[in-house]
């Protein structure tokens, strides 16, 4: 990964004015291959012929490395209860290929739990109320736990022979927050941060032909940030295997100018030689349009690569009549890149791109594709219900989709960079993203960050603004300024294509802002229209303006048990309005649009409340993606869908005689509201607004009727229920994929006997899962609740609670049954359908051997002490496993994990030889040990005896006459106390399993 400095971008010359950045203005360089327009060959051949080139020769893989993890927590203060990490000698950085015993094949992982990725341990955690953790979500994370704050993870998997000459790489998308790799019994690397995609090349210790053991501590100690964030590796892992000469990661970018009937496609390619001689390669750049026809081909010129470094290959290609990407029409082309190396295919890679232009006016707003678009957009963190940060895609496209229903088309990733699969999200279903880096700052580890966020998204057609960071004073100052050049530097250099931005604190156009393309403000309306009127010239957008601070379902604020009122306070433009805000931004052709704070509810920073709160209320939608009430305010001004919703519910016992404030959001042109049969008038219906009446509670009804052109189009209706009496459940899908991977949200309403939802319970309600299908979260939205997501069970809150559910990887059917004691539960059952598996890594189990006797595995009882003593340390005391085969009186098998230790090497199963058995009686050889001893019952006892290379000196004699003062005795070595070589207790084994 390239280091870049300030400095370094500064002298590149690449910084380009706002206007040019916003216009799409840009240069990759000189191109090595003249634009070529496209006329393709019949669609069948050419379908073949790119299935013939995918095959032939194209050695890169990217497996799936999120299945068969083993999982065990550390701690962050404690050694021996951290797995000897930083204990001194035993291991870590004193040699290399022994870094820690856990590392090893051979170590017993018995105790670790099973886990598959993406997986967050403080989900699980148990919540503290201590208000230190307010912004973690009160679960024990930090210094002051350091019991749950590291988390240890290992996988094993095999390597085939065949990947002997490949370059072999571990990605991981996200893990949080500082995660160290070790590679079979190798330390790695570790990167420090919590939300930027990061790898390790681990070629020259992967073993081909053999089995490997990938280790890996997290330690989420520190924070990134003043919300939950979550812990452990909570994005998928990949093991890629490439050619040496192989496409870098992210190393394709495809730019497009769109001209009447015809788009102009610029290609960038970037290759790596890690050869060891310079290569001779050209780069085959294929389109293929979204009916998988190849629409255009561009064959670069011959280049040498040296060794160990990297070339750029600039072609250029005419596509005619482009179909391009839109909020309502997605079509997405794919670059196939073929890089040939001595006549051979060695590597092949796909990029998914769209087609489309983009631009801000400083007077009109936004436009995509030359057509008007208001950013009606959402800010949002990357947790959920059930699962906290370690969301599966499936679940990455619920939320989209949760938020497009409401009429959202934009979202901002706030405050980091996303989750690639979130952008796929957005690439399928038509959601622009506002693209935001963690770090503001030009050191080289922002630059880093930013720069692997713009090179890695940079071919998302959704992504149509960079976002620099969110509410750091220091972009309002001179330093800021210094810092918001090199970034934007690193936007132009990488991509060139897109404006940037950043979400401003207390200021606009000030300081280091100036370099922004697209003048951000966060809740300043006013200020904002008063600078459009100063500087009419610079484009704005709201990048952070507004939230639905309320809690669903409630509509008294009660402080105590944290429940803030779900009423918009209409009457203001503050940071609490929906309407305030919208009424605003939707008035003023100028302002792009803006995104309100937040989408969902989130865990951490609660507000306005703390304890009991652990979450958030900002959000339109609650942690399950149930909406709130202001949810259908957006919708009826964000979408052209008819709206009639009606609140708050009907139950107020108590309240009888009290005036209600009955509110409407609709799109309709009239509501008419009738009490318990009798009308309350009708009302017309005003842009960007609502309707309100004012009624005395008595038992009954409340519906509203609205009108389109004169008749009645819709009604609602909230009625005074009766006693919880069943539960009734639906799926947010009939099907999901038998892939392991797939989630499907089964959302669950307490109903009285008429079948009304009861806006005032707690039942509990017990999910159970039955068939190819397994629990993974619960949730009910509920911001006080403090029971674990991680339980089978659920109190219902105001009417409704979720269970999510994802499949297993085998064919058939999932059932989902909801109890409740004293109601009628509910059953769903939904199909699990075969589907192609993605390409994963497999997962792998020691082979435990079978037959008579001793034969079978065999670990050893952990020692209570005394074994470390110098021939411990040589001989790499710890963990390690015996492979008994037992033929008559003979014995053979391996043994792993006893010979090598503090010189490393300790790793390689270690055939038996000289095996015995006679009575009870067992002894064998393995490597420079011996083994001797007794079969008692189910364990066996054995003496081990090594050297571990050295020579056990023995004491030297007293010589007659010698001096009391004087040299040693002849024959005596005084560097080596014999003392040391002590002898060390009996090895116990017992059967394992693992």
Not at 9 to 29: D, E, F, N
Request: contains cysteine; aromatic residues 10%.
């Amino acid at each position: 990964m390239k280091t870049v400095s300030r400095r370094d971008v500064l002298k590149t010359g690449l910084l380009v004015p706002a206007a040019a950045a916003v216009q799409g203005i840009g240069s990759l360089g000189t191109t090595e291959a003249a634009a070529e327009v496209w006329s393709p060959p019949p669609a069948t051949a050419m379908r073949e012929s790119s299935s013939q080139n995918a095959a032939s020769g194209a050695g890169r893989e990217r497996l799936l490395l999120d299945f068969g993890w083993r999982f065990h927590f550390g701690d962050a203060d404690d050694a021996s209860k951290d797995f000897g990490f930083g204990s001194g000698r035993a291991g870590n950085f004193q040699k290399t290929g022994n870094f820690l015993p856990a590392g090893a094949i051979a170590f017993d992982d018995g105790d670790w739990r099973s886990v598959n990725l993406p997986h967050d341990w403080a989900i699980e955690l148990p919540f503290q109320n201590d208000p230190a953790l307010a912004s973690k979500g009160f679960y024990p994370l930090g210094r002051a736990y350091p019991a749950t704050s590291v988390g240890w993870y290992r996988r094993v998997f095999d390597l085939p022979t065949a990947d002997a000459d490949k370059r072999i790489t571990i990605e991981f998308d996200g893990s949080y927050r500082e995660t160290m790799v070790v590679c079979n019994g190798f330390y790695i690397g570790t990167h420090s941060g919590g939300y930027d995609p990061f790898s390790f090349d681990v070629t020259d210790f992967a073993r081909p032909g053999g089995r490997n053991v990938l280790l890996v501590r997290v330690d989420a100690t520190l924070s990134d940030g003043w919300f939950y964030e979550g812990a452990g590796i909570y994005r998928h892992v990949w093991l890629v295997k490439t050619h040496p000469v192989h496409v870098k990661q992210w190393g394709t970018f495809v730019r497009s100018q769109v001209q009447a009937g015809r788009a102009t496609l610029t290609v960038r390619t970037e290759v790596n030689n890690y050869s060891s001689s310079a290569q001779s390669a050209r780069v085959i750049s294929t389109m293929l349009a979204p009916s998988g026809n190849a629409v255009g081909k561009s064959t670069a010129s011959v280049t040498s690569i040296p060794a160990g470094e990297d070339r750029g290959f600039d072609q250029e290609i005419v596509v005619s009549q482009p179909l391009l990407w839109s909020l309502e029409e997605r079509n997405r082309y794919r670059l196939v890149t073929e890089v040939e190396v001595a006549g051979e295919i060695v590597d092949r890679y796909e990029t998914p791109f769209g087609i489309r232009t983009l631009r801000f006016d400083a007077e009109k707003g936004f436009f995509l594709n030359g057509n008007s678009v208001k950013l009606k957009g959402t800010c949002n963190h990357q947790d959920h219900a059930g699962i906290g940060a370690a969301l599966p895609d499936a679940v990455q496209y619920y939320r989209m989709r949760k938020l497009q229903e409401m009429g959202c088309n934009s979202i901002r990733t706030s405050h980091n960079p996303p989750t690639a699969e979130l952008l796929d999200a957005c690439d399928e279903l038509g959601m622009l993203v506002f693209d935001e880096t963690r770090m503001m700052s030009s050191n080289p580890e922002g630059l880093s960050q930013f720069g692997d966020l713009v090179r890695r998204d940079r071919n998302h057609p959704s992504v149509f603004m960079w976002s620099m960071g969110n509410e750091e004073g220091q972009a309002n100052t001179d330093t800021g300024l210094h810092i918001l050049t090199a970034m934007k530097a690193v936007a132009t250099e990488y991509d060139g294509s897109r404006p940037v931005s950043i979400a401003p604190i207390h200021a606009i156009g000030v300081g280091g802002l100036v370099m922004c393309d697209v003048m951000g403000y966060n809740y300043m309306d006013p200020e904002a229209e008063k600078y459009h009127q100063e500087h009419p010239e610079h484009p704005i957008v709201g990048t952070e303006t507004v939230s639905a601070v309320g809690t669903r379902g409630i509509y008294v604020t009660d402080a105590a048990k944290g429940f803030v009122g779900s009423y918009d306070p209409y009457t203001t433009t503050g940071r609490a309005s929906a309407e305030g805000w919208w009424s605003f931004c939707n008035s003023r052709p100028w302002c792009s649009g803006g995104f309100v704070w937040t989408g969902f509810d989130y865990r951490g920073e609660p507000s306005p409340n703390e304890w009991p709160n652990i979450s958030s209320q900002y959000g339109i939608i609650d942690t399950c993606g149930f909406p709130k009430d202001t949810f259908f305010y957006y919708q009826s001004w964000w979408t052209s869908k008819p709206v009639l919703h009606l609140f708050p519910h009907w139950n107020w016992p108590g309240m009888e005689g009290k005036e209600i404030a009955v509110w409407v959001y609709s799109n309709l042109d009239k509501v008419e509201l009738f009490f318990n049969g009798q009308s309350l008038g009708v009302k017309d219906v005003k842009k960007d607004s609502h309707l309100a009446w004012t009624v005395k509670y008595v038992p009954g009804a409340i519906e509203a009727r609205g009108y389109k052109d004169g008749k009645v189009v819709m009604t609602a209706k909230r009625e005074t229920t009766g006693a919880a009496a069943k539960l009734v459940m639906s799926a947010d899908r009939q099907e999901v994929s038998a892939d392991g991977e797939d989630v499907a949200m089964f959302a669950v309403e307490v109903q009285d006997a008429q079948g009304r939802v009861l806006p005032i319970t707690d039942n509990e309600v017990t999910f159970r899962v039955s068939g190819q299908g397994q629990l993974i979260g619960v949730g009910s939205g509920d911001p006080t609740d403090h029971e674990s997501d991680k339980s089978t069970s659920r109190k219902a809150f105001a009417g409704l609670c979720m269970a999510l559910v994802q499949s297993t990887k085998t064919t058939g059917s999932i059932t989902v049954e909801a109890t409740s004691p004293g109601l009628a539960p509910a059953s769903v059952t939904v199909t699990a359908k075969g589907v192609t598996l993605r390409p994963q890594v497999a997962l792998w189990s020691r082979e435990i051997p079978t037959g008579s006797g001793i034969t079978g595995l065999w670990r050893p009882v952990p020692s209570t002490g005394g074994d470390s003593g110098i021939v411990a340390l040589l001989r790499g005391a710890g963990s390690s496993v015996f492979s008994l085969q037992q033929s008559g009186v003979g014995l053979t098998g391996t043994v792993e994990g006893t010979a090598g230790g503090f010189f490393g090497g300790a790793d390689v199963p270690v055939p038996i030889t000289d095996g015995k058995i006679d009575g009870d009686q067992v002894s064998f050889k393995a490597g420079n040990s011996t083994f001797a001893g007794t079969l008692k019952g189910e364990q066996i006892e054995l003496q081990q005896t090594t050297t571990g290379g050295f020579r056990i000196p023995t004491p030297a004699k007293e010589e007659p006459g010698r001096p009391a003062v004087g040299p040693p005795p002849d024959g005596s070595d005084p560097s080596i106390n014999p003392s040391r070589f002590r002898t060390n207790p009996p090895i116990i084994l017992r059967r394992a399993q693992r």
